[in-house]
Structures are given as C-alpha cells and as structure tokens.
C-alpha cells in the first residue's frame, strides 16, 4: 500500500509505519546525543505512552536512563488491509529498537481507565519487571468509562462561567476565524474533571502499591499545562484546567502515598505547548503555536516532546538534579515558553494574525510540519512513493 496523508480537521487519518520507525529514531538519536542520565530509573511505567508526551517519556527513560518500559497506551491495531494508528506503529518500532540494546520492553494496548487492564499489567510487572522506580500518567483521552459505575464520561474544552469568543486557526486550510464557545455545563464540567482529572491516576498507583510493586524512593510524574493569559479561558480557567486542578490534588495524596516507600514523591511537571494530537484538538491552542514556535525558533530556545522530556529526566528528576518547583510545588520545563520576552512578543503578534498573514506572522508552516511529522510523514530518508505493508503486529 502507498501511504500519503489524509489530514481531515485535526487529525490525520493516516499514519505510514516506517515514517513512524523513523520519527521514533530521531527522538532516540536526541537522546544518546545528550548522553546517558544518572540516577535514573530502573523499571518504569508510562501510561499514555504511544504519542506525545508520555511516548517522548519513554524514548527518555529506555535511551537515555536504560530502563526497563512497560507502555500502556489505546490505539488502533492495523489489520491485512487497514493501518493502525501512529502509536500502534511508535509502539512497535520503539519496542524493537529497545530489545535491539536489549532493554526491556513490554507494551498493553487496551482501556487504562479499566479495572481489567490495570490487573494484567501489574500481573505482568509483578511477573517479570519487579518494583517501578517510576510512573509517568501521560493520559489524554476525550473520554472515560468508569470502572465502578459503567457511566461514560466525556472531557470537553470549553470555558466555565462565561462564553469566550477569540481566534483560532484551521491548521488545515489556513484559514483564521473568530470562535465563539458557550460556557460548560456543571456536568461538562464534572465529567472533564472525571476524565482528565487524578482520580485515575491515583487508582493505579493505589492498585500499584497493593500489588507491592512500588519501589522505594519512586517517582510518580503527571503532565499539566498553564499557558499565557490569552489562553486562559479556554485552558487554565476552562474544564480542562479544572480537571488539572482535580490532577494536582490527586498529587497531594500520591505524594503523600508514595513518601511511606522510602521517601517517594509524585509531581506535576508544567509542559510547554506543542503539537500533539491531543492538542491539535483544542480550540485557540493550535494559533497560540503556531504564533509561539515562530519566536522560540528565532530565539533558539523552541523544543518539541523529546527536549522537554529528556530535559525534564536530566535537569529535574534525575542525575541528582534540583527540581526546581514553583511556589505551588509544580516542575516548570515550560520556563522557556512563559519567558517575559517570549510572551511579550507573542501578545503583540496574537492580535495582528488575520488569514492573509498567518504564513508570515506564524510558524503555520512549522505546525503543520510537525502535525504530519507525528503520522510518520515528512520524515527524511523515506520514500512515500513506495508501496509499504500496512500490517505490522505488536511485538
Ligand atoms: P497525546 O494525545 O499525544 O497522547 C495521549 C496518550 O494517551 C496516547 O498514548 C494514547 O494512546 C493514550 N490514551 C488515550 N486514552 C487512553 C485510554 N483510555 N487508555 C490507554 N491509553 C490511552 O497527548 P499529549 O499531548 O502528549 O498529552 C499528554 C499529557 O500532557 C496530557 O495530560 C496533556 O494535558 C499534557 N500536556 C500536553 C501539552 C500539549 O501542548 N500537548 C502541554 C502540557 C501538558
């Protein structure tokens, strides 16, 4: 099968296998590149770890610390004749690159919201990986079945209190528009919080610690996102900030969890904006990226996943590092997007974008590099002319 890219609104409905093998081994070569990190863990679960951050996470801690990964991710199998989704392929190639060094790995694709699938991993680690030193939550879902009541809880993005209107873009098309959202309902709001808040994450770690799987000493890691101001309705003070609220209380209590295990301690790192398929779904974020790549790349300062995550492990978790935490105990890795110059710059671009200087004003260009980048497309060295097996099973 010849693979190109079918992007249809905010996602990509296609994705190209060895695009993806080759995407995984850019991150890998970035990571030896900035040589191995001390101190590090030996058994780590990452959770959410197909995609994005957590993917970036795991790439860290098997390259980079030498850990043993175990990955629990929901992603869509490819068959003879239909292909599996990005991370199904991220998880494959990664897997196979990590026992190529022979690092453990071991993956789960299923409902990590499920009692179900929460039992078969700890049966598993209990099996053959032994105490985690380390749990990244790195979970982005639009919705939640809960594993007590069967109810369906669905996440929205949208503002509390009050209506918002802004601007966003169609990263597609180019086109910018105005966005008008009507304030949540409180049961939006519940449900966002109950999808994407910490009650989760709590779960597996209560389920980890009764199984007897936490190390002593473990680290427990959950991705939050604060953002400029302009933002801040839709994000910080929107359902999906309030569900980051409920994740930093959840954080208290598995700090307080994980300090009987030998002095352990959970986190909430602050990420920086960046394309991910979780983002791309926001209204107002995917603009304010565009906007925020074009001066991080004048400055120097521009990451994506793999240098936030590997800058996190090796400048505030691990190699004896400070962690440097914010007045309310969060790790800051997005200190270099709400530096006062950046921001600055980016509120006098923010106003003047219109359709017409979008390519211009914005790195529009870089955005949608990196969207395809995250399907496997645009990558060096593969040729998209040739006809490739779709068909490639979990290993
Ligand atoms: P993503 O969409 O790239 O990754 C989500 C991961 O969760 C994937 O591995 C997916 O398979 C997995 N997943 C989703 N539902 C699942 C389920 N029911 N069971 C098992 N696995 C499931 O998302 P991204 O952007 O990496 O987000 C991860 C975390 O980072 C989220 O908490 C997000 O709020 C946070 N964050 C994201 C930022 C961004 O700009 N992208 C910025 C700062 C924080």
Sequence with gaps: MVIKPRVRGFVCVTSHPEGCAAHIQQQIDYVKSKGSISGGPKNVLVIGSSTGFGLSSRVTAAFGCGSKTVGVFYERPSDEDRLGTAGWYNTIALTEKARAEGLYA???????????????????????????????????????????????????????????????????????????????????????????????????????????????????????????????????????????NHLEESCIRISSKLKEHGGGRA???????????????????????????????????????????????????????????????????????????????????????????LAELTDIVGYREEFLKMFGFGLPGIDYEVSTEPHRPMI
């Design 106 to 244: 071991r993956n789960f694709n299923g409902d990590a919201f499920s009692n179900e699938v929460k039992s078969n991993v700890i049966a598993a680690i209990k099996e053959d990986v032994g105490p985690i030193d380390l749990v990244i939550y790195s979970l982005a879902s639009p919705r939640r079945t809960h594993p007590d009541t069967g109810a369906v809880h669905k996440s929205v993005l949208k503002p509390v209190g009050k209506s918002y209107s802004s601007r966003t873009v169609d990263t597609d098309k180019g086109i910018v528009s105005d966005v008008a959202i009507e304030p949540a309902t409180d049961e939006e709001i519940a449900d966002t919080a109950a999808v994407m808040g910490g009650d989760d994450w709590e779960r597996w770690i209560t389920a980890l610690d009764e199984a007897g799987l936490i190390a002593e000493g473990a680290t427990s890691v959950a991705y939050s996102y604060i953002g400029p101001e302009i933002t801040w309705d839709i994000y910080k003070n929107g359902t999906i900030g309030l569900a980051k």
């Design 267 to 357: 986190l909430i790192s602050v990420n920086k904006a960046l394309v991910s398929q979780a983002s791309s779904a926001i209204p107002v974020v995917p603009l304010y990226i565009s906007i925020l790549y074009k001066i991080m790349k004048a400055k120097g300062t521009h990451e994506g996943c793999i240098e936030q995550m590997q800058r996190l492990f090796a400048e505030r978790l691990f190699n004896g590092a400070d962690p440097q935490l914010d007045e309310s105990g969060r790790i800051r890795i997005d200190d270099l997007e709400m530096q006062d110059d950046v921001q600055a710059e980016g509120a006098t671009i923010w106003p003047q974008v219109t359709t017409e200087n």
